[in-house]
């Protein structure tokens, strides 16, 4: 019987899809980020401007007032 490992799939410039819990396709995903810097370089930079985007404190503050006030209507 053949068993064949399914290689890891990356979603843009974030991150990676590993389907199931399979540590052989966890250990490959890694093995990449850690041999190819100019991915890690890559995924980080999307990533921290992703987070800077989305997390930005004023939009966060005025999420949570608005649910607050649709809460207390």
């Known amino acids: 019987m053949h068993t064949h490992t399914p290689k890891p799939r990356l979603l843009g410039q974030l991150a990676a899809r ?21 991915l890690r370089e890559k995924m980080g930079q999307a990533g921290y401007q992703k987070s800077r985007k989305e997390f930005d404190e004023n939009k966060v503050c ?9 809460l207390l209507k």
């Open 18 to 38: 590993i389907a199931g819990k399979d540590p052989k396709l966890l250990a490959i995903s890694l093995s990449r980020l850690i041999e190819d810097k100019r």
């Open 62 to 70: 005025k999420t949570v007032l608005d649910t607050y006030d649709e």
